[in-house]
Structures are given as structure tokens and as C-alpha cells.
């Protein structure tokens, strides 16, 4: 009864994850802004995320790295940002969410 529940909050924790970093990147990195179809995909991919980790029951950590990769793709690919800069921009706003949403349930 729950694990739908669990699975659509977190598809949709990973979406505002995926926008808000997108537009972090935007901003701290000067890339473009992202569109719509930008949004989208990344939200696509997040929810893929979603499905492929609850279908293996993984430890959050791996969500953690892989959504760090979808990330930087997205912004590489669309947003024409540095690979590098926006791997350690993702890298370190996904560590700096799951910390906080460790902080908050501890």
C-alpha cells in the first residue's frame, strides 16, 4: 500500500532536485537557461532513476551518483555548460540535499 506512495514522492523529489540544480548551473556557470524540453528530459530521467531503484531496492547512495550523472548530461548536453565545472557543481549540490534530508530525519 505505501510503496506507491513512496515511489511517486520520490519521482517527484528527484524532479524539483532536477529543475532547481539545472537553474543552479544556469546561473553559477552563465550556461543557458534551460527550456522546457530541457526540463522534461531531466525530469524523465529522474523518474527512470526512480524506477530502476526501487526496482532493485539499491541504497540511496547510488541514486546520489546517478542522479549527479543525469545532471551533468542534461547540462552539458543542453545547457552547453564545462563538463567538469558541472560534474562538481552537481556532485556537490547532490551531496548537500542528502545531507540536509539527513539532518531533517535524524
Do not use: N
Not at 545547457?79 to 539532518?103: C, H, N, P, S
Amino acid at each position: 500500500m505505501t510503496e506507491p506512495i513512496f515511489f511517486i514522492s520520490q519521482t517527484a523529489a528527484g524532479g524539483v532536485r532536477a529543475i532547481v540544480c539545472l537553474f543552479l548551473i544556469h546561473r553559477l556557470l552563465s550556461a543557458q537557461k534551460p527550456d522546457r524540453k530541457e526540463i522534461a528530459a531531466a525530469l524523465l530521467g529522474c523518474a527512470a532513476i526512480s524506477v530502476l531503484l526501487s526496482a532493485t531496492e539499491l541504497p540511496e547512495y547510488y541514486r546520489m551518483g546517478l542522479e549527479t550523472v543525469w545532471f551533468t548530461v542534461c547540462a552539458v548536453r543542453f545547457q552547453k555548460a564545462d563538463t567538469r565545472m558541472g560534474l562538481f557543481i552537481g556532485f556537490f549540490y547532490e551531496v548537500t540535499v542528502f545531507f540536509w534530508q539527513f539532518l531533517f530525519t535524524a
